[in-house]
């Protein structure tokens, strides 16, 4: 079956610093991928997504991801963070067939000002 | 284009009650999915529903749960009898086509005394 591994559990980083947020899958193939966004108390807001073509994704609210697929990775990134970034992030992968996202434990950011 | 709605967005029963949390999808979305976070945890798939039909359930615990998308109104998700371990958020999800973007809803917040 498959599975997505998020190895940070938690991470924080000066406001203005880069970002990177670490995901692998396990998968035969090439999933559908994505980072959705959670806040405290809220749902989740998608943020990219990658099904095929350019391997650079690039999201909302200036993150993009890279596709690799060597590396079975999905790393999120962002130049300079914000403390509004402040939040959990999911990392998701939908196998193409079966319509069911398969989500990561959730990475949380926290900000320092 | 209103999004997906969930209510009630709090719900408090006490054990052995039973707990009813209604999802209505995006306009125009007919496939509705509904996932369930524990706490300090990553969304666990539960079923994927189109109208009248549940397409996959492998997610679903065995007893005491059930959905349903009915031809008209929300999407139901039923919890019989429920246990402290009921405990979660359980979020619903819409999308256009199966393997297309899922948009979740804000959740459900269900505590079980």
């Known amino acids: 079956a498959q599975s997505v591994t998020q190895p940070d559990i938690h991470i924080t980083v000066s406001e203005g610093a880069s970002l990177e947020l670490r995901c692998n899958y396990s998968?035969?193939?090439?999933?559908?991928l994505f980072w959705y966004v959670q806040s405290p108390g809220q749902g989740l807001q998608l943020l990219l997504k990658?099904?095929?073509?350019?391997?650079l994704v690039q999201g909302i609210k200036g993150f993009e991801a890279e596709f690799k697929r060597s590396q079975s990775s999905f790393n999120l990134r962002k130049p300079s963070v914000h403390w509004s970034d402040a939040a959990e992030y999911f990392c998701?992968?939908?196998?193409?067939?079966?319509?069911?996202?398969?989500f990561g434990t959730g990475t949380r950011l926290q900000v320092t000002l | 284009n209103a999004g997906v709605m969930q209510n009630p967005r709090h719900l408090v029963r006490r054990r052995g009650q039973e707990a009813r949390l209604r999802c209505s999808p995006m306009?125009?979305?007919?496939?509705v999915y509904w996932y369930r976070q524990l706490p300090e945890e990553g969304l666990k798939f539960m079923v994927y529903?189109?109208?009248?039909?549940?397409?996959?359930e492998s997610g679903m615990p065995k007893e005491r749960f059930s959905a349903e998308f009915p031809k008209e109104g929300p999407s139901i998700l039923r919890i019989q009898q429920v246990v402290r371990g009921d405990s979660a958020a359980y979020f619903c999800?819409?999308?256009?086509?199966?393997?297309?973007?899922?948009?979740f809803g804000p959740g459900t917040r269900l505590l079980v005394l």
């Open positions: 990658y099904f095929s073509g350019d391997t």
């Open positions: 529903l189109q109208k009248e039909n549940i397409i996959d």
């Open positions: 999800a819409s999308s256009q086509q199966p393997q297309e973007t899922q948009y």
């Open positions: 998701a992968v939908d196998p193409g067939t079966a319509s069911k996202l398969t």
């Open positions: 306009k125009g979305h007919s496939h």
């Open positions: 998968y035969g193939a090439t999933p559908y």
